[in-house]
């Protein structure tokens, strides 16, 4: 339990250091130890440090805060296949963030928006699906799923009107792009804390899975863990999409292939979600910026085109 | 040990008249088994006691205090439930499904100790499902899961125990099993409220019965003055011939139509 972990940080330690090392200029392991300890020539200081490790920070963060916020959709939703964007909660940050670009704002703005959009998105599907009734798995997902697909004609309609010129940055932050990030550290912190939080209720989490009349009468307040998972859930999703768009994806594949060799013990699951996922993203990031260096992917390219088959593999192999 | 009672409760069970208010004081050491034809409200009187529903009106007591007041986990420490339909929407494993039993007991950030871990193998071994303990739960039979559920319940070891048919599924040997070892449990003085179609199990493991009319009448005692032949035609809705063996009176249903 504590080895897989382990081997995991070991895992998304080596991918950080990969990220560092590649590039339109690729650096040798001893440059890159001198650079760290404070030698090595100015440029590679900058590029390092400057350039390449905060987006690789950003890239970890987002990667970590999708697979960790996958992980508890599904349960939530008790639904392994759910995803952190199933219930549309990226079809709102992206409505957010095309309108703070049509309407020519700064990044700042954009990112802002983006989380005004995904918060919005949460509110709306959640008060959609409480409503007079209860509130049933089945039901926020039916929601979820409409309001997904409303976000998407506003989308449409938008990129429509948008005057061509203004295209490629939309098209950019739709796919996913890690070099949007600002700076890591608001998701990082996110992440950690979220973890450190999620830990001791990962317990309440397992046996949840098993339904929640069944945990009721193990003697946990369902309704209540309920809710903070969804509001946990839809804000670390939120920090994800505001920092490097909607990527697809990481959500659903990192925590469905943790469960098919970890097991189903969110004790586990959960910190190794957040590391598996960094690591992925990280080197899928890594990826789109070398391919076809100098000129750059979008990263959420870079996971679809190696999540589907992954997961159709997975799913045609699963019983 | 932990006490149940009802004070003038009500079960809700949708769209049917009040029908006789439940006063039952259920004590350490009794097996009750709850008759009734399919929607009568057993689950929903399961339901209502380990407090999952809320009731029409009146109360459900646990240890003298309404139940509704009471905290989940401290309400899943005295009891605990089998329930009819169980969800594994993920894979688990037997072992696993067992000490989730211990859930109530360990703190936020206690794992499983070595303790928690050999009550589960004891109740697994008890209820002959300890071989399968490395199975993942959705890979074994109706009967064996069921099994498994019941050593969930005996891991969780609360002192009253509600079973929303326990013997569906079980083959007669495990049938038997399952009642001795509830009858034992009750002979531990633990408390037993199960629900059962099975007449001649209730006869034969039963010391008190509850009968569950679908207009929502009800009438409760011991099992030797409630399970009178008249009263369980009128209950089912079915002809009996009753028959003695084993000290036990055992009901047999009339066949009607031409026989084989």
Known sequence: MIRSLLILGILAFFAVLLAMALGSVNIPLLDLWQTIQGEGSALNRTLLMDLRLPRTLAAFATGGLLAVAGALMQVLLRNPLADPYVLGLSGGAAVGALLAMLSGMGALLISGSAFAGAMLATLLVFGIAHGTGSWTPSRLLLTGVVVAAGWGAVITLMLAITPSYKLPGMLYWLMGDVSYARSPWPALTVLVLAVVLIMPLARNLNVLARGPLQAAALGVAVRPLEWMIYLLASLLTATAVTTAGSIGFVGLIVPHMLRLVLGNDQRIILPASALAGGALLVLADTLARTVIAPEQLPVGVITALLGVPTFLYLLHRSR | ?260
């Open chain 2, 1 to 260: 040990m932990s006490k149940l009672s009802t004070r003038d409760l009500i079960i809700n069970v949708p769209g049917r008249p009040d029908g006789f208010a439940l006063n039952l004081s259920v004590e350490p050491a009794q097996v009750w088994g709850v008759l009734g034809p399919n929607g009568a409200g057993k689950t929903t009187l399961l339901h209502t006691l380990a407090g999952l529903l809320p009731a029409r009106s009146g109360q459900v007591v646990l240890n003298d205090t309404d139940l509704g007041e009471q905290k989940r986990r401290d309400i899943a420490r005295q009891l605990g439930l089998v329930f009819q339909e169980r969800q594994d929407s993920f894979p688990a494993t037997v072992m696993e499904t067992a000490l989730i039993g211990r859930h109530p007991w360990l703190s936020p950030w206690e794992s499983e100790r070595g303790e928690d871990q050999a009550l589960a193998e004891q109740a697994l071994t008890a209820l002959d499902v300890d071989h399968l303990s490395g199975r993942l739960l959705n890979t074994l039979s109706g009967g064996e899961r069921q099994r498994v559920a019941i050593a969930t319940l005996m891991t969780q070891n609360p002192d009253i125990w509600l079973l929303d048919e326990p013997t569906n599924h079980l083959d007669l040997h495990h049938q038997v099993k399952v009642m001795n070892l509830l009858a034992d449990q009750a002979g531990a003085g633990k408390t037993v409220f199960l629900c059962l179609h099975d007449l001649n199990l209730a006869a034969r493991w039963c010391s008190h019965v509850l009968l569950l009319y679908t207009n929502g009448d009800a009438c409760w005692g011991p099992a030797g003055v409630m399970l009178e032949p008249s009263a369980l035609e009128q209950l089912y809705n079915q002809k009996l011939i009753t028959v003695e063996a084993d000290g036990a009176t055992l009901f047999v249903p009339v066949r009607s139509g031409p026989k084989p």
